[in-house]
């Protein structure tokens, strides 16, 4: 908080910015640099098929390797990103970084399989972004069949631009998933118009599925619903068998989640898939 002090003069105490402010504005320092630095790294968590205990894809999350404080989950810094415009430039890199991890695990013989991004709302609606998806495919040589975008519902507030984007994307040949199904403000009136791929259950209804059966009959329904609009549906946050037999049980299509893998960094991926 600045203070008056005499004629034009500011003075402003430390004393009155909480230790928390400050470290807030130190890390919106530090994140500017962040990509310059080269310190964002994707971590790829695996989808299994339900029917065939294939795999099928991983969803590429970023993390923040921090050189004070470690690794950061996203959750300590995408907002930071929202807020102050870097988003967009940080979401290219995890657009491209994750073709490029695809198409060498593709080369090095790794069964071919989905690599899944998500955009923020303010990346989806960024003008260059069907260009850019367009050329990282094209320099990554990578079958835009094997790429999926994953956005939230929050982007049917730009309702006739974003299908015109997703129009331009499936153009394109890439995939496209609604996140966090459920949890954002929007009707179901965009689930028609939109081209939309996959449906994925947010984990905040598949936590409590064994134990709250509001949870159990949203599934349910969300299942039913995603089928008949011929969209294929994901279940996030699976921790256990119970949960995992009953998605099953409900012909839910693929499933991520602790029970098979955290997200885990690039390396331990080939260790479990790659063989050598
Ligand atoms: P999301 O896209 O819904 O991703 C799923 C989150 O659930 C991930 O958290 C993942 O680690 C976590 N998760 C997966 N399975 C389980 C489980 O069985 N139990 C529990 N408790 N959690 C599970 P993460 O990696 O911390 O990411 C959080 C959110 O940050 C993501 O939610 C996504 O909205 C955002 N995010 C991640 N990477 C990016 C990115 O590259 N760009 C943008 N714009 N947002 C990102
Ligand atoms: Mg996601
Ligand atoms: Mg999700
Ligand atoms: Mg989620």
Excluded at 66 to 84: Q, S, T, V, Y
Excluded at 186 to 198: A, G, Q, R, T, V
Aim: hydrophobic content about 40%; overall charge negative.
């Amino acid at each position: 908080q600045a203070k008056a002090k005499g004629k034009n003069q500011f003075v402003v105490h430390t004393s009155d910015l909480s230790d928390e402010m400050i470290a807030e504005s130190v890390l919106e320092i530090e994140l500017r640099n962040a990509l310059d630095n080269q310190e964002f790294v994707l971590h790829y968590q695996p989808q299994i098929h339900n029917v065939s205990g294939a795999l099928i894809g991983f969803e590429a999350l970023i993390r923040w390797e921090h050189p004070r404080l470690g690794l950061l989950a996203p959750g300590r810094f995408i907002r930071l990103a929202e807020e102050n415009g870097l988003i967009t430039q940080i979401g290219e890199w995890v657009i491209s970084e994750a073709c490029i991890q695809n198409k060498k695990w593709q080369d090095a013989g790794m069964a071919p399989v989905k690599i899944s991004v998500n955009l923020s709302t303010q990346q989806f609606l960024t003008r260059n972004l069907i260009s850019y998806v367009e050329e990282v495919l094209e320099l990554t040589a990578l079958n835009p069949k094997y790429l999926v975008i994953e956005i939230t519902e929050n982007m049917a507030m730009e309702y006739e631009y974003s299908i015109h984007v997703l129009k331009e994307l499936k153009k394109l040949g890439v995939g496209i998933s609604i996140d966090d199904f459920g949890t954002g403000y929007s009707s179901l009136n965009y689930l028609k118009n939109f081209p939309i791929d996959y449906i994925k259950i947010d984990k905040s209804f598949v936590s409590e599925l064994m134990n709250d059966v509001n949870d159990a009959i949203i599934v349910i329904a969300t299942i039913t619903l995603a089928h008949n609009l011929q969209k294929e549906v994901i279940a996030e946050g699976v921790e256990t068998q119970a949960q995992l037999d009953f998605l099953k049980h409900h012909n839910c299509d693929i499933t991520q989640g602790f029970f098979f893998n955290k997200p885990l960094p690039a390396s331990e991926i080939e260790n479990i898939y790659l063989h050598h």
